[in-house]
């Protein structure tokens, strides 16, 4: 998993990349999270576009993420999101719990 991350504006994009399966991904998501807040930034847009796979742990880490963001007053919205990732959100009912979008344009003009 590698993270990259810019600011549109008052939002964060972070971009997702490789396969979101647990151990030291999860922990890079949770850090970069809790330090995003840290710096007073509360609206993040996850670019799903090039996660290869996720499992559970990884859908954990997302709404781990969106709950520590919420508690902060803010967000987390999903975009990109490849058809084999979405069909695990689907079967897991997640989908109907996070806001997804087809770009990161359209995740971040969300926020206004």
Same mark, same amino acid.
């Given at each position: 998993?590698?993270?990259?991350? &810019?600011? +549109? =504006?008052?939002? $964060? ?6 396969? !979101? ?5 999860? %922990? ?26 996720? &499992?559970? +742990? =990884?859908?954990? $880490? ?6 520590? !963001? ?5 967000? %987390? ?32 003009? $969300?926020?206004?």
């Amino acid at each position: 998993m590698a993270l990259k991350e &810019n600011m +549109t =504006g008052d939002v $964060a994009v972070i971009e997702l990349k490789g396969k !979101l399966m647990g151990g030291a991904e999860t %922990l890079e998501i949770h850090d970069k999270i809790k330090d995003l807040i840290a710096r007073g930034n509360n609206k993040v847009v996850a670019d799903m576009e090039k996660v290869s796979w996720m &499992n559970s +742990t =990884g859908l954990g $880490a997302l709404m781990g993420a969106m709950t520590s !963001l919420r508690n902060a007053k803010g967000d %987390l919205k999903l975009s990109k999101i490849p058809d084999n990732v979405e069909n695990l959100f689907a079967i897991t009912k997640l989908i109907t719990i996070f806001d997804t979008f087809e770009t990161v344009e359209e995740a971040v003009a $969300a926020f206004k």
